[in-house]
């Protein structure tokens, strides 16, 4: 886990307990190693592709076309919370303390 949060930070992806994403709160998809083996897995995608490191793996990640892709607080806005998982709660949370922090930082 701590060699795919490096990589993470050398593109500036972050971590969540479903996926890793972007500055922009996009998801791009996960990393993770099996029986010694990383893989990666796409957002959108059900299967997990073999890469040679972890390095290859979030390289990938960085490849991903999110031009079409709405942030994941702007489409968990837009549904009811009682509809919400306990995960996703967390992340509309997680971006609403980030705003508030960056408009703090910038006044």
């Known amino acids: 886990m701590a060699h795919i949060f490096n990589e993470c930070q050398n593109y500036g992806f972050e971590i969540l307990d479903d ?3 972007n500055n922009k709160g996009v998801k791009l998809g996960q990393v993770g190693c099996t029986n010694g083996n990383w893989w990666v897995k796409r957002r959108y995608s059900g299967q997990q592709q073999y890469s040679n490191s972890v390095l290859d793996a979030v390289r990938s990640l960085s490849m991903v076309d999110t031009s079409l892709a ?8 837009s ?5 919400l998982s306990s995960n996703e709660l967390q992340q509309l949370f997680n971006h609403e303390v980030r705003s508030l922090l960056q408009e703090l930082v910038t006044v």
């Open 79 to 83: 549904r009811p919370l009682e509809q």
């Open 19 to 21: 996926g890793i994403y």
């Open 70 to 77: 709405e942030p994941v607080h702007k489409y968990l806005q």
